[in-house]
Nanobody, 130 residues
Framework: QVQLVESGGDSVPAGGSLTLSCVGS???????????MGWFRQAPGEEREGVAR???????SYAASGKGRFTISKDNVKNTLYLQMNSLEPEDTARYYC?????????????????????WGQGTQVTVSS
């Protein structure tokens, strides 16, 4: 069964930085590297929300909450998706997940709903203290 594994979460003070990583199996990543991948987060009692997405072209899109502070990138050779997070705020506290979608066009990637993505792992916890 195809699945992604997230890592890199930690407890940091406000203003700190973290880099999250997401690794998939070689077969999975070589297939999905040509489509849409994203980072999502879910805080207790809240719905899972999109944070950043990257299309197969390398073009990126960010939710307003992370724009200017977060950077999504991927390394197809290392089969790894990254999320660099700077200037972290207590509101960024959540469990972060990566996932992949079959949207092969950028506009479809940006418009896709969270439920359209798959390969969900266990996530990695990010806690930002004030």
């Amino acid at each position: 069964q195809v699945q992604l594994v997230e890592s890199g979460g930690d407890s940091v003070p406000a203003g700190g930085s973290l880099t999250l990583s997401c690794v998939g199996s070689g077969l999975f990543f070589s297939r999905y590297s040509h489509y849409c991948m994203g980072w999502f987060r879910q805080a207790p009692g809240e719905e899972r929300e999109g944070v950043a997405r990257i299309a197969h072209t390398g073009t990126t899109s960010y939710a307003a909450s992370g724009k200017g502070r977060f950077t999504i990138s991927k390394d197809n050779v290392k089969n790894t998706l990254y999320l660099q997070m700077n200037s972290l705020e207590p509101e960024d506290t959540a469990r972060y997940y990566c996932a992949a979608g079959l949207q092969s066009y950028e506009t479809a990637c940006w418009a896709a709903k969270t439920a359209d993505f798959g390969g969900w792992g266990q996530g990695t916890q990010v806690t930002v203290s004030s």
